[in-house]
């Protein structure tokens, strides 16, 4: 190398194991251009080291429209081969100074040590590094935020969104799963169907990593050409949703499901794959995929040969029709599932499977339907309805599947693609799941004064698929691949699904359902009472407040003003008035006011949905100009549904959440939904001033909605006992005015905060650089060349 420098023959680059890169937001990654260059070799005496070094400017322009004009990743690209204990060099550390730029992040390296503008790195074998900057440091407190808000928006990672999906299925497990199971089971299985609910979440979170853990960026690891969907469509198409169909048969029947039970469940994804298989067998193309279908029918046979003599004892034998059932739409899941040969005139083949093996969801319907009494036509009338619109019409002939040219012309599979595998069931699972939750709340409406048995568990369910729906609105994407990262959905379902849980405490079930239960007459009682000690209360004050001037001047004597005092005393206004008003206030506005529960739930849906229309009619066009027409149904859909199911929640489970009055449990309703908003807006790829715009819009959109939901719950609670509103809520007073008029200054100023922000993230509105030498050269224009 040193012979090569001093003869001149070779740069400096070329011996370095790594080349650097650097690009913005929006432009592809570029190599510098180099301003100047110059080698130089550098030795004090003849056994001293030798030191090589290239000391060049460099000046990135940027390529592209969309360009920003300013660098903001920097890249390593390590050559293949360079690095490693058999290669030229055992190891190689990077030191990036950026005393203009923030550093936001560093990936694919190992960090040795870092601040603010300097990071060394440990450059791995192969791959590539890249080292997320910040726009050019600032002084002001504003840049200060914008380097926040910047780091809030920090691009790719892959590490953090697989943490973040494990932290919702974590939350969902343990908050929501794991209490109905403590509550439902009985003792003695209790630990078995916590087990299985353990099983069942660590099969999800391992099945979609399995699936999404590749990046664009590196090298892709091994699985992802070997079918990484396969897995997820066994457990997330076929089998999971098998599992709870069997599990609401016994919720509902007291007893393991019977095969005649498990039939709707397992019929379609369980025989529909054999037609195409046995039809190219038939047809003489391939009868390959026959053999491991075979196997599958010997071992599902096994099976249940097994459990029904008794080898697991009367459990095994119990469970031995949906086991055996279970294990035969897996094999169908992977052997057909995985693709069947694919001829120019047999593409229909793969799509008839696919559709077959997406009925899990849909059919999750059946046993709740029937477990409702309803017929079985009518019931499976509703099933095939759900499942041809929302699985099988919109995605019938878009290919599931990877393939490969063989030299007969046919088509070899590698499995269903992973995006595929994680996103199409999602429509379908959120429409079944918010279904069956509203048909069991249902079928208590009815019931005067009672709630279902599991109102926390369908409740907090409720709100955690809302907050859920912004997944299924943007879909998985491949971990790090995507600009618009799904990190900060993924936290919010997690948020959700503690905030919920919190917002519906287990110890306040008895005082809830005692208000709950709260009969029309009580309730005008309680609300006239209420009307009276308010009344008696005000007296008190205008008295307390008109003595004091009769008594200074003479009018009022000591004497008269104790007896009018006693008189008001025998009233019912004595000095423990204010302790006897707040536990009234709470008796009386705590209740549901003599209405059942699902009426409460419709109403609240009702005015969430109307409230959220003017937002809904502002964010959902820009998400819908870019996206297909199938894209188009599934935002709209999956958008809109969230407000009405807050609604929904607030109403039907009005009792029991946190807080005493409408107003107070609406801000503890707002406290969960307005974090699970803003968390969503997080990772997104959002400049600072649009990321500033989009908190304070969600801000006041979402404390003007919850302020109008409580203060119409309030009214309606006083309308229900004959009065006015203004009889209960004193209008003439400052107190009773704040949160009206506080509905009214949110808008205002959340329209006021959003054109400050606009102005002052519009170009030329920052200030001059005091030293212009200070700033990159990344907005000079390219010098055209030759």
Known sequence: MVVDFRRDQEDLDQWLPLELLVGGDGCPADDFDTDADDDRLEQAGPSANVYALEVSKETWVGSGADCTGEATHLYANVKKGWLGKSSLYDRWTLTVDTPQRPILAVEGATVLSQSAHRAELLIPARGLVRVTLGTTAKTSKLGDLEVIAEAAQSYRSVWREAG???????????????????RWAPNATRARWTA?????????????????????????????????????????????????????????????????????LSLIPGVVPLIPALV????????????????????????ALVLNLGVLGPIGRRWAATVAMGVWVVFMSVVPGMGLPNYADGAWANSLVAGALSWGWAALLWPVLMAFGWRWWTASVLVGTVWYLLAVGAEFGNGAHSWI???????LSFGVGANVAANRPL????????????LYLSRHACTGGKWPPHLRAVASGLGTLAVATAVAQYDFTYFGEDDVQRSGRYLSVAIAAVGFAVLLPQSAELRAARLHAVPSRAHNHRMHALLKDQTLEASRREFLAASRTALAEGELTAREWSMRWRKLG?????????????????????????????????????????????????????????????DNTVQAWAYSLRW????????????????????????????VVLTTELTQLLYQGLKPGAFGVALLLTTGNCLAVFLVLGLYWEARLVRAAGLRWGQIRNFKTLSAMAVPATTVLVAAATAMATAMVGVWVAPGSAPPAENPTDQPAATAPRDPGP
């Open 280 to 303: 190219l067998a038939v047809t003489g193309r391939t009868a390959a995929p026959l053999l491991p279908i075979s196997v599958g029918a010997v071992v599902t046979a096994l099976v």
């Open 405 to 411: 040219r063989l030299e007969d012309g046919s088509w």
């Open 427 to 438: 429509l379908t699972m959120q429409t079944v799941l918010v279904s069956c939750a509203l």
């Open 644 to 671: 009405p199911l807050y609604g929904f929640v607030y109403g039907y489970a009005y009792s029991w959440l946190r807080g005493g009055t409408p107003l107070g449990k609406a801000m503890c309703l707002l406290a």
């Open 196 to 264: 299985a609910a353990v099983a069942s979440g660590v099969l999800t979170t391992a099945t979609l990593a399995f699936a999404l853990a590749s990046t664009g960026e590196v090298e892709a690891p091994w699985w992802e050409y070997a079918g990484s969907g396969t897995p997820l469509v066994a457990w997330w198409w076929v089998l999971l949703p098998f599992l709870l169909g069997a599990f609401v048969i016994r919720a509902a029947t007291v007893r393991p499901p019977q095969l005649r039970q498990l039939l709707p």
């Open 570 to 630: 025998a009233l019912g206004a004595r000095g423990t008035a204010p302790q006897h008003s707040v536990a009234l206030r709470l008796a009386a506005l705590g209740s549901s006011g003599g209405r059942d529960a699902w009426r409460n739930g419709v109403s609240g849906a009702v005015l969430l949905t109307v409230c959220s229309l003017p937002w809904l009619c502002y964010t959902l066009p820009p998400l819908l100009s870019v996206t297909s027409q199938v």
């Open 164 to 182: 973040t999906l494990l932290a919702a299925v974590t939350a969902v497990t343990c908050c929501w799963v794991l209490p109905f199971l403590r």
